[in-house]
């Protein structure tokens, strides 16, 4: 079956402007994370989402993050006024549901975000 | 500081030698998991482990979860150069959703 996806691959901005970065889950996955990956911090958490509702947002690093999940599927995430520090790998991931115990999750091959 | 220590860094070897990677952390999760990473793609899941002492094998590749549910490791057993890749462990912290990752390994597998 088809995995995780996320859209665009690629994106180069310049400093100052939103960018949106779309997933679309495993179907049926009723839980999604965005982690993002760069260089000397490997990979952080970001934000949660059980269902359309986001319980855990302690990862997103300023109010400049957001992110949001519709009909319990795709999910985006926003960056407003960007900034040189953004850039990174944005990677989504989806799971059956969160509160299996081993919570396997599956990942999207990213969104490289470059801020120039 | 980082929640899951992963060692080593970097590892280079020659096909057919044996290798050990290491998680540590002063946590207990209730799961953890391997991936391993391609360059330009996404983390691919290899393993979960939820049960303290677990042991999974994977073809060449064996997992072991710790008794107290704090560490783990990963061992290849005559690795092969299609072994080569970015390998990352990642823990569930009890009553938590997210993961928590290592640094990650570098592996290099020479002809």
């Known amino acids: 079956g088809a995995g995780v996806s996320q859209s665009p691959s690629n994106k180069v901005t310049e400093k100052g402007k939103d960018v949106e970065l779309r997933c679309d889950p495993i179907s049926g996955h009723t839980a999604l994370y965005w982690y993002r990956q760069s260089l000397g911090q490997g990979l952080e958490f970001l934000i949660y989402?059980?269902?359309?509702?986001?319980?855990?947002k302690s990862g997103l690093p300023s109010d400049r993050f957001s992110a949001e999940r519709t009909g319990g599927s795709v999910s985006t995430l926003t960056i407003q006024r960007t900034q040189q520090e953004d850039s990174a790998v944005y990677l989504c991931?989806?799971?059956?549901?969160?509160?299996?115990?081993?919570?396997?999750?599956?990942f999207g091959p990213g969104t490289r975000l470059t801020v120039t | 500081t980082q929640l899951l220590e992963q060692s080593p860094q970097f590892l280079s070897i020659q096909e057919g030698e044996n290798l050990t990677v290491y998680c540590n952390s002063s946590?207990?999760?209730?799961?953890l998991q391997w991936y391993r990473q391609e360059p330009g793609e996404g983390p691919v899941l290899l393993v979960t482990?939820?049960?303290?002492?677990e042991v999974k094998k994977l073809k060449r590749l064996t997992f072991q979860f710790g008794d107290a549910r704090k560490d783990s490791s990963l061992h290849i057993t005559a690795a092969q150069p299609g072994d080569t890749g970015l390998y990352l462990c990642?823990?569930?912290?009890?009553?938590?959703?997210?993961?928590?990752f290592g640094q990650g390994t570098r592996l290099t597998i020479n002809p």
């Open positions: 482990v939820v049960t303290g002492g």
């Open positions: 989402f059980q269902g359309n509702s986001a319980p855990d």
């Open positions: 946590s207990v999760f209730s799961s």
């Open positions: 991931a989806s799971s059956l549901w969160s509160s299996h115990r081993g919570g396997e999750q599956y």
């Open positions: 990642a823990g569930r912290i009890q009553g938590a959703q997210k993961l928590v």
